[in-house]
């Protein structure tokens, strides 16, 4: 498994959010490279967007809330949630994704 990883849950729904593109970039130099892409699986994971291990730095992933919620037919204020955070060891860093079409929260899971 991946240092990094995510899960979207639709909140609206009470079931994952499956199909969400998500991207996972890197700060280098003031400038965002791609890490990694992907969609959510059947339960809402994005397992492998990340190797096995990152440097310490500040990390994004960009979730592409706009083509789940028309996937879905919902109507949707959020086109994309875009969380960024800071990786400061070594340790798993898990980032839920609580999503509805008018609001998202966020945390570090575990």
Not at 12 to 37: F, K, Q, T, Y
Not at 46 to 70: E, I, M, N
Not at 78 to 105: C, I, K, N, Q, T
């Amino acid at each position: 498994m991946s240092q990094l990883t995510t899960h979207v849950l639709d909140v609206a729904h009470g079931r994952p959010a499956v199909g969400v593109p998500v991207v996972l970039s890197s700060r280098v130099a003031g400038e965002w490279v791609l890490v990694g892409s992907g969609t959510t699986d059947d339960d809402g994971r994005a397992r492998s967007l990340a190797p096995k291990s990152v440097p310490v730095g500040t990390y994004r992933f960009v979730f592409d809330t706009a083509a789940y919620f028309a996937s879905t037919g919902q109507a949707s204020f959020l086109p994309e949630v875009v969380v960024v955070f800071d990786v400061v060891d070594s340790s798993h860093y898990h980032v839920p994704v609580l999503l509805s079409p008018f609001a998202y929260s966020t945390y570090r899971g575990s």
